[in-house]
């Protein structure tokens, strides 16, 4: 074979290559202009001090505006996950676990990102 073809040939092999790569972009890109500028998520690990990962905390997330409470039990990888939280109230997170708990954080209105992680990281409940 003469170099111009194999050129072709190894030139369509990398189309071939990097077109699942393209087609990921553009199903991310949909899924952003399909979603609801008025909610967002809200996902992070439930950790020890050492950064070990807790399955089994509960995460309690509170809607500032009317008090209500939502909670997640931690997967064994010691994620959790909220979505569909409204863009325009703060919520408190919280988690615990067993004697343990994390300091409480806010998801501030303020903060626009459609995705948020958190990360919370327990330690021994204070007594009030």
Not at 28 to 47: E, P
């Amino acid at each position: 074979m003469t170099r111009t073809v194999l050129s072709h040939i190894a030139c369509g092999a990398l189309f071939l290559l990097l077109l699942p790569a393209q087609g990921g972009a553009l199903a991310d890109q949909k899924k952003d202009k399909d979603r609801d500028a008025n909610t967002r998520r809200l996902s992070g690990i439930v950790q020890m001090p050492n950064e070990t990962p807790v399955a089994g905390a509960i995460v309690k997330i509170k809607n500032r505006n009317n008090l209500q409470v939502r909670s997640f039990i931690t997967l064994q990888d010691g994620k959790y996950l909220f979505q569909n939280l409204s863009t325009g109230v703060d919520y408190e997170v919280q988690a615990e676990f067993k004697d343990l708990e994390s300091a409480k954080r806010t998801l501030s209105v303020y903060d626009s990102r459609p995705h948020v992680v958190m990360n919370l990281t327990l330690e021994p409940a204070k007594k009030e």
